[in-house]
């Protein structure tokens, strides 16, 4: 028999959940392993240390190696932001846009697989590239075409393997004024 948490328990959960992405990631999001599956997301600590940058810091540059996780942790983190967070505005550029669409899909997978007492706001519109919540945070993929993005106010701008990009001095001028409000960039 699962354990039943109280009324209490649960607005003590989310409220923590809330100000903690490291919390809410280890205790409610699940992954997909490519070789057990679904499973609890156990940060490792220098994923920790990218979610405080994440929060601290507007613009967060990232030189990795492959296969550390890097993209699974930045969708974590988006999930807690569009869902701790309303009318929030998220792009996830890649140079191709199967890549882009990649990430978006591990945010609704992280999503569709939280408990429901987790789910403050639940998916209201939802295509393969894109999806919104019930509390009117967004997120949509795109390629790095040189209009990407550009007539948006973004929240937070996601470029995914931005090593690759070409002719990102260029994407980056005409992306920069999107965030010009206050948007982050990972």
């Avoid at 003590?12 to 999001?29: A, H, L, Q």
């Avoid at 009318?87 to 199967?98: F, P």
């Avoid at 429901?116 to 997120?139: R, Y």
């Amino acid at each position: 028999m699962a354990y039943q948490l109280s009324k209490k328990e649960i607005v003590t959960e989310i409220v923590r959940s809330g100000k903690d992405p490291v919390y809410f990631i280890n205790n409610y999001c699940r992954i997909s392993h490519p070789m057990k599956g679904l499973i609890t997301f156990n940060t490792y600590p220098y994923q920790d240390d990218l979610l405080e940058d994440f929060n601290d810091y507007r613009f967060n540059v990232i030189l990795k190696a492959r296969q550390l996780g890097i993209s699974t942790i930045s969708a974590a983190y988006v999930a807690w932001f569009m869902l701790f967070h309303r009318e929030k505005n998220v792009l996830v550029i890649a140079t191709k846009l199967s890549t882009a669409t990649n990430l978006v899909k591990k945010v609704k997978m992280i999503f569709k697989n939280l408990p429901s007492f987790m789910l403050i706001a639940k998916i209201s519109i939802d295509n393969k590239q894109s999806f919104e919540l019930s509390n009117g945070s967004q997120i949509k993929a795109s390629t790095t075409s040189g209009d990407a993005g550009r007539s948006e106010a973004l929240s937070l701008l996601v470029v995914d393997e931005a090593a690759h990009v070409e002719g990102l001095d260029e994407l980056w001028m005409g992306l920069y004024p999107t965030l010009s409000t206050g948007g982050r960039c990972i």
